[in-house]
């Protein structure tokens, strides 16, 4: 019973800005770090942006650092990620993963990570 449901995608214009959401479901989120996942059409998933149970927070990808911030709100269960100035290179599907080890950073790697939702569609497109 242990799920993680992404929402918040859509089509948006170039230069747009999104919220999305991780909701975490069966478990709490308090003492697992949290990371965002992409994958654009053809390619393999990248990391993008990732919180500890600190919130400390990491970015994953160059390309996104002064656009896109995560954040967590533990009384919801809920992570997000707030992006800013899209591009059409942000276009693909978007994952949130837990890690549930003890490790007390960031890893950048997706095998790292146990448990997947089954992703939000973004695409930035005018």
């Known amino acids: 019973q242990l799920q993680l449901v992404e929402s918040g995608g859509g089509l948006v214009q170039p230069g747009g800005s999104l919220r999305l959401s991780c909701a975490a479901s069966g478990f709490t989120l308090d003492f697992y770090s949290i990371a965002w996942f992409r994958q654009a059409p053809g390619k393999g998933r990248e990391g993008v942006s990732c919180?500890?149970?600190?919130?400390?927070?990491?970015h994953l990808s160059d390309s996104v650092k002064g656009r896109f911030t995560i954040s967590r709100d533990n009384a919801k269960n809920t992570v997000y990620l707030q992006m800013n100035n899209l591009q059409p290179e942000d276009t693909g599907i978007y994952y949130c993963?837990?890690?549930?080890?003890?490790?007390?950073?960031?890893?950048?790697?997706?095998?790292?990570?146990?448990?997947w939702g089954r992703g939000t569609q973004l695409t930035v497109s005018s």
């Open positions: 993963a837990a890690d549930v080890s003890l490790s007390r950073s960031c890893r950048q790697f997706e095998s790292a990570y146990d448990y």
């Open positions: 919180i500890t149970r600190s919130s400390i927070t990491t």
